[in-house]
T-cell receptor, first 112, second 109 residues
Framework: QKEVEQNSGPLSVPEGAIASLNCTYS??????FFWYRQYSGKSPELIMF????GDKEDGRFTAQLNKASQYVSLLIRDSQPSDSATYLC????????????FGSGTQLTVLP | DVKVTQSSRYLVKRTGEKVFLECVQD?????MFWYRQDPGLGLRLIYF???????EKGDIPEGYSVSREKKERFSLILESASTNQTSMYLC????????FGPGTRLTVT
């Protein structure tokens, strides 16, 4: 079992819909959770981080964390074609303050 | 804004050459990282450093070494480049969340 696992995708949604990206992780001691967006040929860009259970909203993005279920998700409301990218989940497994473990990513396509 | 820069965006080297990839960050971060990213394999950690002159192996250190003489600069060295080291190389720095440089696409022929 991978330590940070994302739904395999690719995921396609119509423009204006809600895109839901999911991530599970293996260690209950993890404290910090991050979502990165990576356009084709570019480097990952941090879009959100969350440390506490519940929801955190930033514009059209909402990160949701459930530590009991070891689950973190990213919702993108009113999806736009410019949101088409690969989304990487990253977790500080075992509470490491120094290292992040990345999932393999979910490719999202928003159809005009 | 955090800025992480890498010395080259594209690099072509021959098998057996010694290759230096440099990374500089301007936020006084203690932690710096080198990853490679290949299709289907995701991000793989090569080496990281949490202080000047300190280094730790990541998941795939074989064939690579690193140098950190100054806090802002972290170099990745391919002692004798091989074709299986053709990849996208990404540097990151962090104090919690990681920020990535633009990447170097290295081709070894």
């Amino acid at each position: 079992q991978k330590e940070v696992e994302q739904n395999s995708g690719p995921l396609s949604v119509p423009e204006g819909a809600i895109a839901s990206l999911n991530c599970t992780y293996s260690d209950r001691g993890s404290q910090s959770f991050f979502w990165y967006r990576q356009y084709s040929g570019k480097s990952p860009e941090l879009i959100m981080f969350i440390y506490s259970n519940g929801d955190k909203e930033d514009g059209r993005f909402t990160a949701q964390l459930n530590k009991a279920s070891q689950y973190v998700s990213l919702l993108i409301r009113d999806s736009q074609p410019s949101d088409s990218a690969t989304y990487l989940c990253a977790v500080d497994l075992y509470g490491s303050a120094r290292q992040l473990t990345f999932g393999s990513g979910t490719q999202l396509t928003v159809l005009p | 804004d955090v800025k992480v820069t890498q010395s080259s965006r594209y690099l072509v080297k021959r098998t057996g050459e010694k290759v230096f990839l440099e990374c500089v960050q301007d936020m006084d971060h203690e932690n710096m990282f080198w990853y490679r990213q290949d299709p289907g394999l995701g991000l793989r950690l090569i080496y990281f450093s949490y202080d000047v002159k300190m280094k730790e192996k990541g998941d795939i250190p074989e064939g690579y070494s690193v140098s950190r003489e100054k806090k802002e600069r972290f170099s990745l060295i391919l002692e004798s480049a091989s074709t299986n080291q053709t990849s996208m190389y990404l540097c990151a720095s962090s104090f919690g969340e990681q920020y990535f440089g633009p990447g170097t696409r290295l081709t070894v022929t």
